[in-house]
């Protein structure tokens, strides 16, 4: 999820709760340390398929260079897209979102053969082809909204689309959770619900988050 909505508040209350700021800035360095892994992982998996699980060596095997293109940009899109957004009031913000626009369309489009070559169901596939289409979108509608300079439905549109993103970050949790509680006999029923579960969450919360706090704006007194 992305914690650039709840930044404001958050900041205000620094002085006045600094051990539940503390706690709260601990929180996000160890955030910022796991999506870092996870994005280095991939950036090595790219290219180094040795340790890959049955499933996914499949699918390196049948798109030896689809699938590599893949993993890079999705791990570059991890580091890319929280930079993106923590830069949104510097000059660099601009140059960097088009990076980032151009990598999260080449990680969208090659997620979608990757997802439909040999899935381990086909729940699974259509989980992650939703998610990279739904990316997609939501990056097609924050460049409409910003060409036309409406700057609050863009910043909606990009948080929405990194919280899709995220999916990818909250998948990798879940099947560690499930590799330490799990039955082997559930793993394609595990699998495919969170195919789906790991980006429906975090999109579903930060849209509550943009609603509450537009609402909130309106509320306001001026």
């Known amino acids: 999820m992305p914690i650039s909505v709840l930044s404001r508040p958050l900041l205000r209350d620094f002085g006045k709760r600094p051990a539940r700021s503390a706690i709260l800035a601990l929180s996000g360095i160890l955030v910022m340390l796991f999506v870092g892994d996870v994005a280095r992982k991939a950036l090595v998996e790219a290219f180094v398929h040795g340790e890959f699980p049955e499933a996914l060596a499949i699918k390196a095997e049948q798109l030896p260079l689809i699938f590599p293109v893949h993993m890079l940009t999705g791990g570059l899109a991890l580091l890319l897209l929280p930079a993106v957004i923590a830069l949104r009031r510097r000059p660099i913000h601009r140059w960097l979102g088009r990076i980032a626009a151009v990598d999260v369309s080449i990680a969208g489009l090659t997620a ?88 429906i969450g975090p999109l579903v919360l930060t849209a509550w988050l943009l609603r509450r706090e537009r609402i909130g704006s309106k509320v306001l007194p001026t």
């Open 112 to 199: 979608l053969p990757v997802a439909w070559v040999a899935p381990v169901t086909i729940w699974s596939g259509a989980g992650f082809v939703a998610q990279a289409m739904l990316w997609m979108t939501f990056l097609a509608l924050g460049l409409w909204h910003i060409r036309h300079r409406r700057r609050a439905r863009h910043r909606a549109a990009m948080l929405l689309m990194t919280a899709t993103a995220s999916g990818a970050i909250f998948f990798r949790i879940y099947l560690a959770l499930w590799a330490i509680y799990g039955q082997r006999r559930d793993f394609e029923l595990f699998y495919s619900c969170d195919a789906w579960l790991a980006w």
